[in-house]
């Protein structure tokens, strides 16, 4: 088995990155052409069906483009496995971490707003 | 593979070297990836606190009155918009645009600059 | 003409340094080598390796105020000086200017520079049309003079297992070659994090090519060859 890929990664990579740059366009454009952004209507947005799905996309895309990046990263300057692989698992369960508390930040609001 | 200069010296000093304007814009692109890596946890943070109630999405509309946070934010924006800039140059390149020496070359620069303008612009905004 | 030069001589150092020359070009100085040469004869432990004098060899490449090039193809005309000469960044130094290339060739052999072809031999030839000969050129004319993966980033990090631009751009010339028919197994070799998908496309390599190739559009066109291959 390969540990690590080599297209696989790199097309991940590029398919997340339009995915954020899709979406984030798309939240520019709300913001450019919606009225100033109120707590309320932030809210009403974020907690709408599509709103929170959109949201956990995009955390869920960033982690991955984030993960791929430092990935990068690490087998360019570090190179000692003692360092390289606890490294690796750290950063990728604090990825997975932040994506989980997104999940539970919209699952709360989603519940609690309607 | 053994080589005859197993223990010989390299020359590898990077200040030394003369990058082209390419590979600034590459290690740019690095350097604010893991600039916006490291503030990942704060972004996550800012959308629990947005969503809380009124007052903390209000507060999060002041983090800049601090002088302090105001800075580390116009970091941010340079980092997001560098980012941004020089992977949409990255994406293209990859199939085939602007992937020509010549364009490339200029296509780094104008990622850079734009990356500076923005930078000023909100340094402009939220530090004066 | 000041030329500051790195000396490394390995029965007596047992570190490099720079040693500085005064030379002044004749008339019919034209290149940085004519400039060396004479300086050789001014000081004969000075190293370096060259041979055709006319950029087809690939033998004097060297860091050149930064940048890497050929010693021959470097015009003396509008030099900043003092001209520093360095090895090629990140090759083992053998002594002075001249580098151990022995990685850099072990990457070439790698990707089987030579054509594959198990299909019955042909009564002549086997017959290239000219678009298919066209595919060739900015590949084949390569002289393995390691300017470009000496100037490449991920190749310093990773001169082992990183392929690097000179490598790759004569895996394309042969995946690009009609006559060929490993077109797949020289793909699959290729797709791997360390082989190929270290480069982050930062084109030094094409930058500073003395023989204006582009190794990034070559390593561009694998990957996209390699992204129809699996879909
Ligand atoms: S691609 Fe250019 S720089 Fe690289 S080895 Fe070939 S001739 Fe030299
Ligand atoms: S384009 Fe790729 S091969 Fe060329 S210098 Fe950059 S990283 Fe190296
Ligand atoms: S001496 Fe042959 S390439 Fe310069």
Redesign the pocket.
Not at chain 3, 198 to 207: A, H, Y
């Given at each position: 088995m390969r540990l690590f890929l080599g297209q696989r990664a790199w097309v991940l990579q590029r398919v997340t990155a339009l995915v954020l740059l899709i979406l984030l366009a798309l939240g520019a454009a709300t913001l450019l052409t919606g009225p100033s952004l109120s707590y309320g209507s932030w809210h009403a947005l974020a907690t709408s069906t599509h709103g929170a799905v959109l949201i956990v996309v995009f955390f869920a895309a960033l982690c991955l483009h984030g993960w791929i990046g430092v990935r990068d990263i690490v087998l360019d300057y570090i190179h000692a496995p003692a360092l390289r692989l606890p490294l690796l698992a750290l950063v990728a369960v604090i990825l997975f971490a932040i994506f989980i508390r997104v999940v539970l930040t919209m699952a709360a609001h989603f519940a609690g707003g309607g | 593979m053994r080589a005859r200069s197993a223990g010989a010296p390299k020359f590898l000093n990077l200040s030394q070297i003369r990058f082209p304007i390419?590979?600034i814009a590459?290690i740019g692109h690095r350097l604010s990836g893991v600039l916006l890596m490291v503030s990942l946890p704060l972004l996550a943070l800012a959308l629990d606190r947005s969503l809380r109630s009124e007052p903390e999405f209000a507060a999060l509309r002041d983090l800049v009155s601090a002088p302090w946070r105001a800075l580390l934010l116009v970091i941010l924006v340079w980092a997001a918009a560098h980012h941004l800039f020089a992977g949409v140059r990255h994406l293209l390149a990859d199939i085939g645009v602007g992937s020509r020496l010549a364009q490339a070359r200029t296509s780094a620069w104008a990622v850079i600059v734009a990356a500076g303008i923005i930078a000023l612009a909100a340094a402009l905004r939220w530090l004066s | 003409m000041r030329v500051s030069i790195y000396r490394f001589n390995p029965e007596t150092d047992t570190k490099p340094r720079m040693q500085d020359y005064d030379v002044a070009p004749e008339a019919g100085d034209k290149k940085l080598l004519d400039v060396l040469m004479r300086l050789k004869t001014m000081d004969d432990s000075l190293s370096f390796r060259r041979s055709c004098r006319e950029g087809v060899c690939g033998s004097d490449a060297m860091n050149i105020n930064g940048r890497n090039g050929l010693a021959c193809l470097t015009s003396l005309q509008g030099m900043k000086e003092p001209v520093v000469l360095r090895p090629l960044p990140g090759f083992p130094v053998i002594r002075d200017l001249i580098v151990d290339m022995t990685q850099f060739f072990a990457h070439y052999h790698s990707i089987k520079p030579y054509l594959i072809n198990n299909e019955a031999l042909p009564e002549r030839e086997r017959v290239q049309s000219p678009a298919e000969r066209e595919k060739l050129n900015g590949l084949y004319e390569c002289i393995l003079c390691a300017c470009?993966?000496a100037?490449?980033?991920?190749?310093w990090w990773n001169p082992d297992k990183?392929i690097?631009?000179a490598g790759?751009l004569q895996a394309y010339r042969f995946i690009s070659d009609s006559r060929d028919t490993a077109t797949a197994e020289r793909l699959a070799y290729l797709d791997d994090v360390y082989r190929l998908y270290?480069?982050?496309?930062?084109?030094?390599?094409?930058?500073v090519c003395p023989k204006g190739l582009s190794?990034?559009h070559a390593?561009e066109r694998i990957r996209l060859a390699l992204v129809r291959e699996s879909s």
């Open positions: - | 390419g590979a590459s | 470009c993966s100037f490449c980033p991920s190749f990183f690097g631009p790759l270290r480069c982050r496309t930062i084109m030094n390599c094409t930058e190794p990034s390593i």
